[in-house]
């Protein structure tokens, strides 16, 4: 069974910058895995930030950045928000299957 | 304007078959490109990806339940339906439904539908 892992949690300072992963244990992530990011909210539904490795919504704040570093997908949030805290997860897909990876809790302290 | 709205029991007993709807607007399962998928995701645990129904039919299910999952279309009430059987508490989450569009996936969700499986 595939499994897609991220960073369970990760602290940034208001205004820093933060790279947040999402590796697959297939081996290296590409392109051809498309992968997405979302954010999540407690109690809300989860909102599309970035997809196909880096393209960003219309509503995606400029700040958020998505690539890929190292064999991994990436999503960089540069001049981090306090509204920014919340629960990140990457999307990889294999073959018309799709995966969600476990999720990185970002608090902005 | 997309929107997307779930809707079935909220509460289903172990063993029963589960059946949502995701009803939609602002655009067709007509057209190339398009599909919906169904995600869920468990209190306090993260998403998982259960189906996706694309326009022309073609389907794609998680490989861990496939065997229990099943996804059709009805594209003149632009309607999805998943059901799954043989419940479980297990399977307690909130069931989303999400637009897929060409080159884009999940843009657009629904506010998600908790299903609770008790006795």
């Known amino acids: 069974q595939t499994v897609v892992t991220q960073e369970p949690s990760l602290t940034v300072s208001p205004g820093g910058t933060v790279t947040l992963t999402c590796a697959s244990s297939?081996?290296?992530?590409?392109?051809?895995?498309?992968p997405n990011w979302f954010q999540q909210k407690p109690g809300q539904a989860p909102r599309a930030l970035i997809y196909s490795t880096s393209n960003k919504h219309s509503w995606t704040p400029a700040r958020f950045s998505g690539s890929l570093l190292g064999g991994k997908a990436a999503l960089t949030l540069s001049g981090v928000q306090p509204e920014d805290e919340a629960e990140y997860y990457c999307?990889?897909?294999?073959?018309?299957?799709?995966?969600f990876g476990g999720g990185t809790q970002l608090t902005v302290l | 304007q997309i929107t997307l709205k779930e809707s079935g029991p909220t509460l289903v007993k172990p063993t029963q078959t589960l059946t949502l709807t995701c009803t939609f607007s602002g655009f067709s399962l007509s057209t190339s490109g398009v599909g919906v998928g169904w995600i869920r995701q468990p209190p306090g645990k993260a998403l998982e990806w259960l189906a996706l129904i694309y326009w022309d039919d073609n389907k794609r299910y998680s490989p861990s339940l496939k065997s229990r999952l099943t996804i059709t279309k009805d594209t003149s009430k632009n309607q999805v339906v998943l059901t799954m059987t043989n419940m479980d508490p297990v399977d307690t989450a909130t069931y989303y439904c999400?637009?897929?569009?060409?080159?884009?996936?999940?843009?657009?969700w629904g506010q998600g539908t908790l299903v609770t499986v008790s006795s």
């Open positions: 999400a637009h897929v569009g060409v080159g884009t996936t999940f843009a657009y």
């Open positions: 999307l990889l897909y294999y073959g018309g299957a799709a995966v």
């Open positions: 297939t081996g290296a992530v590409t392109s051809g895995y498309f």
